[in-house]
């Protein structure tokens, strides 16, 4: 491989690195199961408090 290709490549990989940090993120954080579980508990203990009350 000659010296030219080299930089080309090396060029393009990190043109491709920099135009992938600025690309928007269309994928979610991770949530672990645990706080999975913890966050659809807390809409059931809040619907449950507001069904006991009469209006």
Request: proline fraction near 5%; hydrophobic fraction near 35%.
């Amino acid at each position: 491989m000659n010296r030219q290709k080299k930089l080309q490549q090396l060029f393009k990989a990190k043109a491709k690195k920099a135009s992938a940090k600025l690309a928007p993120k269309n994928k979610d954080i991770y949530i672990s199961k645990a706080d999975r579980l913890k966050l659809a508990a807390e809409p059931a203990l809040d619907s449950a408090d507001t069904g006991d009350t009469p209006s």
